[in-house]
């Protein structure tokens, strides 16, 4: 029997890695700037282990809309904080890290 936590965790790792996703957008800024995975996530705040599972549900957040995106990144982080209100994401350098040279 599979429970809820497994499949929430399945999806998860899916959308974390799928287009239109945080995530995804994510691993095309470290394929762009060189960062690796543990420079950015450091960058963002979540550098520490205990923040694991945070980080894979921050990358499976959908992408903001263009026309409210502050907005919506503000309601994303706030949503995967929920559960751990002690941790701060950087969200002006997650801003930075979701803005592609074409949306210079």
Same mark, same amino acid.
């Given at each position: 029997?599979?429970d809820?936590t497994?499949?929430l965790t399945?999806?998860y790792?899916?959308?974390?890695? @799928?287009?239109?996703f945080?995530?995804?957008a994510?691993h095309?800024?470290r394929q762009h700037?060189?960062?690796?995975?543990?420079?950015q996530?450091?960058?963002l705040?979540?550098?520490?282990?205990s923040?694991d599972?945070l980080?894979t549900?921050?990358? @499976?957040m959908p992408?903001?809309?263009?026309?409210?995106?502050?907005?919506?990144l503000?309601?994303i982080?706030?949503h995967?904080?929920?559960?751990?209100p002690?941790?701060?994401?950087?969200?002006?350098?997650l801003? @930075?890290?979701?803005y592609?040279?074409?949306d210079a």
């Open positions: 029997m599979t809820d497994s499949i399945a999806w790792d899916f959308a974390a890695s @799928a287009p239109g945080l995530g995804y994510l095309l800024h700037s060189g960062l690796s995975i543990t420079q996530r450091t960058l705040g979540l550098h520490h282990s923040t599972s980080w549900r921050l990358q @499976a992408l903001p809309r263009p026309q409210h995106f502050d907005a919506d503000h309601r982080i706030a995967v904080l929920t559960s751990s002690d941790i701060t994401i950087h969200t002006s350098q801003t @930075a890290f979701l592609t040279p074409s």
